[in-house]
């Protein structure tokens, strides 16, 4: 089969490979679309290093071709999308059902190969079927979709609150929508007019240029007696930002940090522990969540579609990589 493959930093090239086969309890899928992601960036970069080469991609959707010995419930010529991340099942964390802290999780791109590819191989148990009304595009973006609920639930977002997004990639944008489903009143920020567009479309309330100097103020302008937002998420995965959100956040209130920065952010402890504010992390997403997304995508209740700026095939692979790093789109498909 055809793949992009990572041979080092910078460095994808489509070659052939071998088809993957079922092993027992896996199925097999034919890639129809896979999303580039901010995660697939660093890992291109170089910025995280992996085994090379690797096949990138993890948010994806396509047709089951094979299952493995002792796989039931799901069929060839399912159509399908899947979790990317395979928890073990067995550990402290996931016996507590959270999957997202497995001590043993395999990662698709990671440590297994990713879906940048005209065939993929995955655990019969992280395999989704997809309603038929949904297209493959859709498909693939119910994982990013979903590190978006799971934030907006880590927030205990409440219908009315006011919540803050920080950064509008593909992640933050679709914690808007998400936001927005919960019933909050929403306002985004990022540095790319086009970005805060699209916040506007998946259900801001207001969007703000990062770069203004005033936006502190200027969002607190628009919350209950000019306190800040309840919840602030921060997505960017920018260290400054962190500062921002707890500048920005309400006493009482919640920052999410969602975002994967690895560098120090600069906290003011008083500034946490005297206003009561809560600083909490999100990851991924817990067992049994995805449905959520596939349920929001499918029933048109958010528009998850509307953030792909650029959609290409296998050899275009590159292409894709480059125009999210440039930050002119949000999402990139790749259809292999
Ligand atoms: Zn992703
Ligand atoms: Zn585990």
């Not at 079927?129 to 994982?143: C, K, N």
Request: proline share 6%.
């Amino acid at each position: 089969m055809r793949a992009a493959l990572l041979y080092g930093p910078r460095d994808i090239r489509v070659a052939e490979v071998p088809e993957p086969e079922p092993g027992p309890g896996e199925v097999v899928i034919r890639v129809r679309a896979t999303g580039i992601c901010g995660s697939d960036l660093h890992t291109y970069t170089g910025d995280r290093t992996v085994e090379y080469p690797q096949i990138l991609g993890h948010e994806f959707a396509g047709d089951v071709v094979a299952v493995g010995e002792g796989v039931s419930g799901i069929a060839p010529g399912d159509r399908v999308t899947a979790e990317p991340n395979f928890s073990c099942g067995e550990c402290l964390y996931c016996r507590e059902g959270l999957v997202n802290l497995c001590v043993n999780r395999l990662g698709m791109a990671i440590n297994w190969p990713g879906t940048l590819a005209e065939y993929a191989r995955v655990p019969a148990r992280f395999v989704w079927r997809i309603p038929d009304t949904m297209s493959y595009r859709q498909g693939a973006l119910v994982e990013p979709l979903m590190v978006g609920v799971h934030a907006v639930r880590r927030g205990r977002v409440r219908v009315g609150d006011t919540v803050a997004v920080m950064g509008c990639g593909a992640i933050g944008l679709l914690t808007v929508a998400a936001a927005k489903v919960a019933g909050a009143r929403v306002f985004a920020v990022d540095i790319v007019p086009e970005k805060l567009d699209m916040a506007r479309r998946l259900g801001a309330e207001a969007a703000f240029n990062g770069r203004d100097p005033d936006i502190v103020s200027q969002i607190r302008a628009l919350t209950p007696a000019g306190q800040g937002p309840m919840v602030v998420f921060e997505t960017a995965g920018v260290a400054a930002t962190v500062q921002q959100a707890l500048d920005l956040v309400r006493s009482g209130g919640r920052v999410v940090l969602v975002g994967l920065s690895t560098r120090p952010a600069q906290v003011v402890p008083m500034s946490v522990a005297r206003r009561e504010v809560e600083i909490l992390g999100s990851f991924i997403y817990y067992a049994g969540e995805f449905e959520v997304g596939i349920r929001l995508i499918a029933d048109r209740v958010v528009d998850a579609e509307a953030i792909v700026g650029l959609a290409v095939g296998l050899d275009e692979t590159e292409a894709a990589f480059k125009a999210v790093e440039s930050g002119a789109v949000a999402k990139a498909i790749v259809e292999p």
